[in-house]
């Protein structure tokens, strides 16, 4: 059948002159191609399936609206988008995905259909999965403009119509994508010089027949999103401004002035302080005072200022700038680079200072900065930032006396340079235990309060990402009867008769416990939660150097806590409580499991009834030894 685009123009016009014959042929003559187009964004058959009869019906309704039937196929392929669109927003709305990932597609239920037209002939089973499922991992709007600009052969106007993006909007986003496509396939061990291979593959393997595979070609021009796209796309990111411009300057692609305004003129209004920051920068580096930094600390809150909060840390070592190692702790897990070995170590822990002292945070309150400086002597050296607001970016640089950036960017978390920043080809040592791998584990509890058992167990989350989907939970009860819940509905405490006494916020009975997920070690929650409350305290590393020991005094309260470092786990806490009344003692031992197979219902999460009304602050880390008799809250 000639499927020309005047044979296409003629079946329109008859179809909306009411010929069901040419409907019927105008809509086999699409069908094929559109679904090819919804497929490789959802990359998904029964949903491809689905989105292609929405948008045939939609057509067959609407067609005669279509003024211009030359724009037949941007018509379409905006119908299709939609459906699109509306497909991935109940997918939120039902929690089958995030809003930032997608499932893996289906390529293995294509396999027989592709033995049948030759197609498992054009490249290797492994490598087909290994690119189909890199692209998989993308976003769903990086697949979108991917297809669109290499596939469909649109233009960035056409692609910024559909999508109600800016032109230089889409450029950016179509840059982005492929820098990710290329960070998928270099995990993989490819180079980045694969990117075009591995497009041309893609469209191959995901064409429904063997003649329209044949004829699947991306060209270098359709990948280019030229200069002007590329700097804005790193530099529009506002949390990257300071680095790029470093990597710009010292890579030389920077020399001037005339450059930088040809490329934010395409940016409009919102790129000013790109523009501001990076001219600045370019002063710095004629005047030679960026060689004077040493360090550069990112830290981001993807909630409020009081949750979460993940690092980014680049230290210069002794060599230059050839010599430097990079920390980075994001809502995945734990790396630390070392660019001189070229090798990437994945950690169970989170940072830790060298010296043990506490680590500081730009949104500390000025009487938690003043105690702790009190206590370990060390200056704050980050400056107070008083920003609130989800996806809070702070940049500082340590002794540079200069005040620390600050934006917000509730999508960082999947920018490539916050997720992963290391070179294609750097050796991975993986040091994690099997629980750290897996990302939460369960944990029980074990002890005993003047003599009398104490059990429960629960939930510890190791990195944010794990948090949202196995939150963390506490369950533990005295010999008495006294029970103590706290789960992310909220905290109570309930009486020997099984009665509410308290109720507090959700993660209150944590405080003073593991909260890795939080994005501090446990050594320094420990302590930063006994600063709170002005709790005297005094650290010390064991025998071997592989723990710790944290000494916790009050006025009538002792407490100790043991914390193995390389783990970033409470493994024991032993108190005391003295007043003229009584003097109660105790001790819990934690005990983390590797392996949760067969676990059943052993650790099914508790529910929690908030009968009274929720108190804002908890007791803080002091219920741990006030747990006894109801007094936990107290």
């Known amino acids: 059948m000639n499927e020309s685009s005047q044979y296409i123009i003629e079946l329109i016009m008859q179809a909306q002159r009411g010929s069901k014959a040419s409907m019927d ?3 086999k ?9 919804i497929y490789r964004i959802v990359l998904k058959e029964d949903a491809a399936h689905d989105i292609l009869q929405e948008s045939l019906l939609e057509m067959l309704k609407v067609l005669v609206k279509l003024e211009n039937a030359e724009r037949f196929w941007p018509w379409i392929r905006s119908i299709a988008f939609s459906k699109i669109n509306r497909y991935y927003s109940s997918l939120v709305r039902n929690k089958a995905v995030s809003i930032f990932s997608c499932p893996e597609g289906d390529l293995h239920k294509k396999r027989d259909r592709e033995v049948e037209m030759g197609l498992s002939n054009l490249v290797s089973e492994e490598l087909k999965q290994m690119i189909f499922n890199a692209v998989s991992r993308l976003k769903p709007q990086y697949r979108s403009v991917l297809v669109m600009r290499c596939y469909e052969d649109m233009e960035y106007a056409q692609i910024a119509e559909l999508m109600e993006k800016s032109e230089l909007g889409v450029r950016v986003l179509f840059y982005r994508a492929k820098k990710s496509l290329q960070r998928q396939l270099s995990n993989n061990g490819f180079r980045k010089s694969f990117l075009l291979s591995a497009l041309v593959i893609f469209g191959k393997i995901t064409t429904p027949t063997e003649a329209a595979a044949a004829n699947v070609t991306v060209s270098a021009a ?14 529009s990111s506002k949390a990257a401004v300071i680095p790029f411009a470093a990597v710009m300057l010292a890579a030389g692609v920077i020399t001037g002035q005339p450059y930088i305004d040809k490329a934010i003129s395409w940016a409009k209004g919102e790129t000013t302080a790109i523009k501001e920051t990076i001219t600045s920068a370019l002063k710095t580096h004629e005047s030679g005072a960026a060689a004077e930094v040493k360090e550069e600390h990112w830290f981001y809150y993807p909630g409020n200022a009081n949750g979460p909060v993940m690092m980014r840390v680049k230290k210069y070592l002794q060599g230059g700038e050839e010599s430097w190692c990079q920390l980075l702790e994001n809502e995945q897990g734990n790396y630390y680079f070392n660019k001189a070995a070229n090798t990437l170590y994945i950690e169970n822990g989170r940072l830790l200072q060298g010296d043990l002292t506490v680590q500081r945070l730009p949104t500390d309150k000025k009487d938690l900065r003043g105690f702790l400086s009190k206590l370990d002597g060390k200056a704050v050296g980050i400056e107070y ?3 609130q607001g989800d996806g809070l970016l702070v940049m500082s640089r340590p002794g540079q006396n200069c005040q620390p950036q ?4 509730l999508n960082l978390l999947d920018e490539e340079y916050f997720r992963y920043d290391f070179p294609v080809g750097v050796k991975v040592v993986d040091k994690r235990d099997q629980m750290h791998k897996r990302g939460w584990t369960y944990f029980k509890i074990s002890g005993q309060i003047n003599g009398k058992a104490i059990s429960g167990g629960g939930r510890v989350p190791f990195v944010y990402e794990t948090s949202l989907h196995n939150p963390a939970w506490l369950s533990i009860q005295t010999a008495d009867g006294v029970k103590i819940v706290d789960t992310v509905e909220g905290a109570c405490i309930y009486d020997s008769g099984g009665r509410v006494s308290g109720c507090y916020q959700a993660g209150s009975f944590f405080k003073g416990l ?3 997920w939080m994005g501090l070690h446990s050594l320094d929650t420990v302590r930063r939660d006994a600063a709170e409350q002005n709790l005297l305290f005094e650290t ?12 916790i005094t009050g006025e009538q309260i002792k407490m100790a806590y043991t914390i193995d470092l390389d783990r970033d786990i409470i493994e024991k806490i032993t108190f005391r409580e003295q007043n003229a009344e009584r003097v109660m003692e105790g001790e819990l031992n934690f005990e983390y499991l590797e392996a949760i197979e067969g ?9 929690v009834k908030i009968d009274l009304k929720a108190e804002a602050y908890g007791p803080g880390i002091l219920w741990l030894a006030r747990l006894s008799g109801g007094s936990a809250g107290n």
């Not at 590329?230 to 530099?235: E, F, G, Q, R, T």
């Open 25 to 27: 042929a105008l809509t």
């Open 29 to 37: 003559v699409v069908q094929g191609r559109l679904y090819t187009y």
């Open 222 to 235: 359709a990948t280019s999103t030229g200069f002007a796209g590329s700097l804005i796309a790193m530099a």
């Open 385 to 387: 930032v008083a920003e």
């Open 406 to 409: 600050i934006t917000h960017n």
């Open 514 to 516: 593991c909260r890795p």
């Open 540 to 551: 010390s590393r064991t025998a071997g150097g592989n723990k710790a020991e944290v000494l």
């Open 599 to 607: 676990v059943g219902d052993k650790f099914a999460e508790p529910r």
